[in-house]
């Protein structure tokens, strides 16, 4: 008899409830990609009139921003599965120990999160495709469109359902990178990295990250530098520029985010339950940063472009030559860019805080023991609420500051690049409006993330959550 | 109203089943027993009897189907969750068997934990008794680790200075050995005698070892939810011979 190639699903991840995640980011990636790519089809259809390039102008857009969303998704995954992974280290060493080998079980996950997506990226494409055709046929019957055959599907859903779903094999084989560190003995007790590794990778790290964002900042300068004189090689500079230093900050993340988090986390008291709950916001500082960075990249995104034309009509506006109809006709032009542009980003940030939301969730769950031990030493229910609370504070804050500063360099540095010589050269494009939005999406996120968890940490009594294995 | 008693822990009529899958388990069948204050007690009895149950209904731990609970006194029963908590924080302490320590709290961090919890300022006598526990159960250079650099006997000292810290009223511990080797059971058997003897602790013991229970004043056996044995200081090998007794009986 052939020996049986796969090892039972549930027993490498647990119930697939536990991919929930990845399977929600896969859902809103696809359904986001399917809208973009439908709107760009219809309004493609519309232009064919004027040669078809509103069409083409309309295709690249939405792929880039396609490509961003799955950026996100992507880091979004990889700390889905992480998580998943981290709280099953016993469960796997186990398997291990019985002779599963590493690299089996690591081909195990990848295939079981790319076929959670799959099914989340057809359900999400299919979503996205009837909410266009719906808001089409809408639009006809309102006379805001004229009628006629538009296409009801494009030849670019299947790559992009086949992307979002290669997207996900990648995060999962990056995010089960710790399978390949378990070692049988784990399923005695905990693993623990050696020291030496974990420093030498740090100071290489500190070298990499530093240089990037120096570089970075550097070339952003330049393109401020190129815009005041007029060079049209500004905006691409500071495209180069913003680029290098996102990713020497991505890089570098681990190193200075889990002290962000602690550093905010400082300001919300030093009761035993804060001081628990900051302990636990960077407990694993790789896990800290997965389920931040995502955040402050979607943030990031928001605020950058929020930030950008915030500064172009702070310049724009500076010129004294405007006519007040002009300079009535900017204003108007801006703010309707800005809610669309926005608008398009900020499923990005969306992506990020389902993230978020589910990492805490489960961290949360995996700590069930060490709940009831608190419980049973004297925490009430409201000060272990207050604690997860803090927890989300600590590390939603940290992430949305991070996000909000970086954007708004990045979106002033671009503006400067682009019209820097027909204004005062650098303008400091503060979004008021977005950044209180931003700020209240926070509060909503960290209130709506900790509510679950905290509600059923609380409602095992203190006997049962000791016994929770 | 406080009643007199010499019962640190007095259980009176106390009735306590689980519903599980539509069938009631009767865990404890109208079971009174009462824990006499300074004294070392070892609640035995065969996996399935009752006795962890006893002693998460008499440390407030889970409510009792019916009948009183009295702790120092004072009914404990129809308390509510917080009222429980924070008489937990002032009157009782807890070993476990394992997982005993906040992993991300430091040894002397999970020691003061419960005073923290209580917003109770550390005084000159509590420091001296808390340094005292620590250098008596030769913990002075771990004090600052984190509990996964501590070995399983040392976790399990910790626990102990933590519930010993605040005196409280009555100390449980469930099979606070399960998870050692010989020695260091003895060491932490002998640890819970001392308090007892020395410092007058009261100390009630859930555990199915022979060994453990024979450093006990006092040895009671439950069965079936219900009192089945009551008996002074034992040997291992008398206790070992009450329990095979039992199971002969059953």
């Known amino acids: 008899m052939r020996a049986p190639s796969q090892i039972p699903p549930r027993l490498v991840l647990g119930s697939w409830r536990e991919l929930g995640t990845v399977g929600v980011v896969a859902a809103l990636a696809s359904a986001y990609a399917a809208v973009l790519i439908m709107v760009a089809a219809v309004a493609g259809r519309l232009s064919d009139a004027d040669d078809g390039a509103l069409g083409v102008m309309l295709g690249v857009v939405a792929t880039v921003f396609i490509l961003i969303a799955l950026y996100v998704s992507g880091v979004v995954m990889t700390n889905a599965v992480a998580t998943v992974l981290a709280g099953r280290v016993r469960a796997l060493a186990l398997l291990r120990l019985l ?81 390949l560190t378990v070692s049988p003995a784990d399923a005695l007790r905990g693993p623990q990295p050696s020291r030496d590794a974990v420093r030498r990778l740090t100071r290489r790290r500190v070298g990499v990250a530093g240089f990037l964002v120096v570089t970075g900042i550097l070339v952003l300068g330049m393109a401020v530098e190129a815009g005041s004189d007029g060079s049209a090689a500004g905006f691409l500079l500071a495209f180069v520029g913003g680029a290098v230093c996102t990713t020497g900050i991505l890089v570098g993340a681990q190193l200075f985010l889990p002290a962000c988090v602690a550093a905010v986390g400082r300001l919300l008291g030093h009761g035993p339950a804060t001081v628990i709950a900051r302990r636990n916001a960077v407990k694993d500082p790789k896990r800290t940063t997965r389920s931040t960075i995502g955040l402050a990249v979607g943030v990031g995104l928001v605020v950058t472009f929020a930030s950008g034309l915030d500064a172009l009509r702070r310049q724009v506006l500076e010129q004294d030559d405007l006519t007040a109809r002009q300079r009535a006709l900017s204003i108007q032009i801006f703010n309707l860019t800005e809610v669309v542009l926005v608008a398009i980003v900020v499923v990005s940030a969306v992506i990020a805080a389902v993230g978020f939301a589910s990492t805490l969730s489960l961290t949360v769950l995996q700590r069930t023991r060490e709940i009831g031990l608190l419980r049973v030493l004297g925490l009430t229910r409201r000060q272990i609420r207050g604690m997860i609370t803090r927890e989300a504070v600590a590390m939603s804050a940290a992430a949305i500051l991070l996000g909000a500063v970086v954007g708004i360099g990045y979106g002033s540095a671009a503006a400067a690049s682009l019209v820097g010589a027909v204004g005062s050269g650098f303008a400091l494009g503060v979004p008021r409006f977005v950044l209180v939005l931003v700020a209240v999406a926070g509060v909503v996120l960290v209130i709506v993330s900790a509510h679950a968890p905290a509600r059923r940490a609380v409602a095992v009594t203190p006997v049962e959550a000791l016994r929770f294995e | 109203m406080p009643i007199l008693t010499d019962d640190v822990v007095l259980l009176e009529d106390v009735t306590k089943s689980f519903d599980t899958a539509g069938a009631p388990v009767l865990a404890l069948d109208r079971l009174t027993v009462g824990l006499r204050r300074g004294e070392f007690t070892a609640v035995m009895g065969p996996s399935g009897s009752g006795k962890s149950t006893l002693m998460n209904v008499a440390a407030g731990l889970d409510e009792p189907t019916s009948g009183r609970v009295y702790l120092a006194g004072r009914p404990i029963t129809g ?147 219900r009192l089945a044995g009551d008996h002074g200081r034992c040997s291992a090998q008398e206790i070992s011979t009450l329990l095979v007794d039992l199971e002969a009986r059953a």
């Open chain 1, 99 to 179: 002779g599963a080998d590493a690299r089996r079980l690591r081909t195990q996950i990848v295939r079981q999160a790319g076929m959670v997506a799959l099914v989340g990226a057809v359900s999400g494409t299919v979503l996205g495709v009837v909410a266009v055709l719906v808001g089409r046929v809408i639009m006809v019957a309102h006379g805001t469109i004229p009628g006629g055959s538009y296409p009801l599907v494009s030849s670019w859903l299947l790559p992009s359902i086949g992307a979002v779903v290669a997207v996900t094999a990648v995060a999962a084989a990056d995010g089960s990178r710790s399978v």
């Open chain 2, 79 to 225: 308390l509510s969750d917080d009222q429980l908590t924070a008489l937990r924080r002032t009157s009782i302490g807890f070993v476990f068997q394992a997982f005993n320590l906040v992993p991300t709290l430091t040894a002397i961090e999970n020691v003061l934990l419960p005073f923290q919890l209580a917003g109770r300022r550390l005084n000159f006598e509590d420091r001296a008794w808390i340094d005292h526990l620590v250098t008596a159960l030769g913990l002075g250079a771990r004090i600052d680790h984190r509990p996964a650099a501590l070995s399983g006997g040392q976790q399990q000292r910790v626990a102990i200075v933590r519930a010993l810290a605040s005196r409280p009223q009555v100390v449980f511990a469930d099979e606070p050995t399960g998870n050692l080797d010989s020695r260091t059971s003895r060491e932490v058997l002998a640890l819970l005698r001392t308090a007892v003897a020395e410092y007058g602790q009261s100390v009630v013991m859930v555990t199915h070892d022979p060994v453990a229970a024979s450093y006990a004043d006092r040895v009671v056996l439950v069965v079936d939810g």
